[in-house]
């Protein structure tokens, strides 16, 4: 059988700052790099091996997807980043602390904002097109703000075009990104509702399992802790 493992990256500095991230690329916190170590040893003891990593180009997945590498003994395999992976865009949103935003925009919109499918956050007034990651893209795919809906539509033709035929072809895969996309990706494997979407967490680096038949029907699903 099989096997997707799903990892969120461990705890970063906004996280720790309880600030709103998307494409901000922030580092790990001390507290992170040990999540992710903790992630790794899961991995390793569970005997759960996988033959390439996806991640995005955020270090704050790229570190923890290293460590997890590091401490499954397999740096020697292929990591492919991309910007398909990259946490929602909080828009104008970014950098804000979240309990600051529930006192400006009230509670009920900011859970809005934050866990339905097709809230928008504000906008950015103007969309950054100096950095160097996306210097060999489109200045198209760089958003002003994004819904979780808008999230998925990038996120899931990645797994369909870059990951799925390496499951299908038996290789087990690991993909170390964040939880919106995650949650995208989650949703998108267990065909969960659009209302019901509201209510999937996904944890700092709790590896997250799915057995898979020879057609990708999920046969089990288990969460590492």
Known sequence: MVKLILVRHGQSVANAKNEYTG?????LTKKGRQQAVQAGQLLAQAQIDFLAVHT???QR?????????EQ???????????WRLNERHYGALRGLNKDFTRQKYG???????RRSYDSV????????????AYHNYPQSILPASESLAMALKRTVPYFQDQVAPQLLAGK????VAHGSTLRALIKYLEDISDQDIDGVEVGNAQPIIYQFDKRLNILNKTILQ
């Open 172 to 175: 087990n895969q690991l993909i």
């Open 56 to 58: 995005s180009v955020l």
């Open 61 to 69: 997945a790229i570190i923890t997807a290293y460590i997890i590498q």
């Open 121 to 132: 956050p504000p906008k950015l007034k103007q969309v950054d097109t100096h950095l160097r």
């Open 23 to 27: 494409w901000s690329d922030v580092a």
């Open 107 to 113: 509670v009920e919109q900011v859970a809005l904002w």
């Open 72 to 82: 499954c003994g397999v740096l020697d395999i292929p990591i492919y980043k991309s």
